[in-house]
Nanobody, 127 residues
């Protein structure tokens, strides 16, 4: 089993920044691909970005490209989501997800491909 714990959410004004963390524990060495999703009130959960542990190559949703950056610290089994130039429409619960399989970047936005999920952390961006 793998446990994922997100942290770093909070309230920020539009234009501000936040950094989310996702710490993996348990059999974290089994996780190959990590991703961030978000779910706004009344909306479906949507893909934000992904990264593989080995290559560190990220992929982003168009809505966050150029503003958000995903990185990982293999020694700490932690993935980060640096969010800059935040907008009110970025308000959502942000979830970390992990897969024990390699997921091609073109497929990394499919929720069903992920085996493990964190509990989520709330990000609120005020206008």
């Amino acid at each position: 089993q793998v446990q994922l714990v997100e942290s770093g959410g909070g309230l920020v004004q539009a234009g501000g920044s936040l950094r989310l963390s996702c710490a993996a524990s348990g059999r974290a060495f089994n996780v190959y691909t990590m991703a961030w999703f978000r779910q706004a009130p009344g909306k479906e959960r949507e893909f934000v970005g992904s990264i593989t542990w080995s290559s560190g190559i990220p992929r982003y949703a168009d809505s966050v490209k150029g503003r958000f950056t995903i990185s990982r610290d293999n020694a700490k089994n932690t993935v980060y989501l640096q969010m800059n130039s935040l907008k009110p429409e970025d308000t959502a619960v942000y979830y970390c997800a992990g897969s024990t399989q390699y997921i091609a970047p073109s497929n990394s936005g499919f929720r069903y491909l992920y085996d493990y999920w964190g509990q989520g952390t709330m990000v609120t961006v005020s206008s």
